[in-house]
């Protein structure tokens, strides 16, 4: 009498078709090539912060160094008036203080602050 | 994705191959839509990147899905199971033979016996891979190696 257990082992695996392998195969270089066969480079997270920590620093240091724009003198810093003509009718004399940077005046002229250069 | 990863999918195929296309062709009865399963569960190990830490009950889960799908999309021309290995194993009309008898097998039954005596994959590993305990596959797996025995003997008679 056949023992069905002993037939069973005893029978081969069938072989797998070649056009399997060849796909299998395909499916593995595409995939590979999809992933550069690495992970993507990330930047860690203390490099982030490493490099915010340096950027602050320097800004620190060298801020002595950088020369602001002195901000336009308002109506309260003008002492004394030495303009004797008025320039145009709608211009207003704000302040005979000159502007330490440009060495000019500052007018309002409809509603907006302009520098007086010579010649104006 | 490192290329130790791919070297273990290739290991993976290259161990089981056999065994995998062996499976899908025991449920789908046609070797195209065997390969298509096979080549479909290789295609899901690179989509996912890792390697389960048990992989031959995990390949031969994923097959028995892609085949079920393939089964449900419908059945095409059927196709012998135990032709392969000419010249090796019982003789043709012995195989003929125990290829009838499992296949008037309970289906249930008719796989377990397969991923047994066929695949050598143990019933921790057959419980995985149709979902229940390692004892209800022992239990299929008895029942059915004495139905196919009684089988045998009839056709010998």
Request: glycine share 8%; charged share 30%.
């Amino acid at each position: 009498m056949t023992d069905p257990e002993k037939l069973i082992g005893a029978t081969p695996l069938p072989e797998p078709p070649e056009s399997l392998n060849r796909r299998v195969a395909a499916a593995m270089d595409e995939a590979r090539h999809r992933h550069g066969g690495r992970r993507p480079a990330m930047v860690p997270l203390w490099a982030f912060a490493a490099g915010c920590m340096a950027c602050t620093l320097i800004g620190f240091l060298i801020h002595p160094l950088v020369e602001w724009p002195a901000p336009p003198p308002t109506a309260s810093d003008g002492v004394g008036v030495v303009i004797v003509e008025p320039l145009r009718r709608d211009l207003r004399v704000l302040g005979t203080k000159p502007d330490r940077k440009q060495r000019s005046f500052w007018l309002e002229e409809r509603g907006e602050l302009k520098p007086l250069v010579r010649g104006n | 994705m490192s290329t130790d990863f791919f070297d273990q999918v290739r290991r993976c195929y290259v161990e089981n191959h056999r065994g995998l296309f062996g499976y899908a062709l025991s449920l789908t009865r046609n070797r195209a839509a065997a390969e298509d399963a096979v080549h479909a569960v290789i295609c899901r190990l690179l989509d996912r990147g890792t390697i389960p830490s048990e992989p031959r009950p995990y390949l031969y889960r994923a097959v028995r899905n892609a085949a079920v799908d393939t089964w449900r999309r419908g059945a095409s021309r059927e196709e012998p199971l135990f032709d392969g290995g000419a010249g090796s194993g019982p003789d043709p009309e012995l195989r003929l033979q125990l290829e009838a008898c499992l296949f008037r097998l309970d289906t249930d039954q008719r796989e377990v016996i397969l991923l047994k005596a066929w695949q050598g994959l143990t019933f921790r590993e057959i419980g995985e891979v149709r979902g229940q305990p390692a004892n209800s596959a022992a239990s299929l797996y008895r029942r059915g190696l004495h139905k196919l025995k009684a089988l045998l003997e009839e056709k010998e008679r």
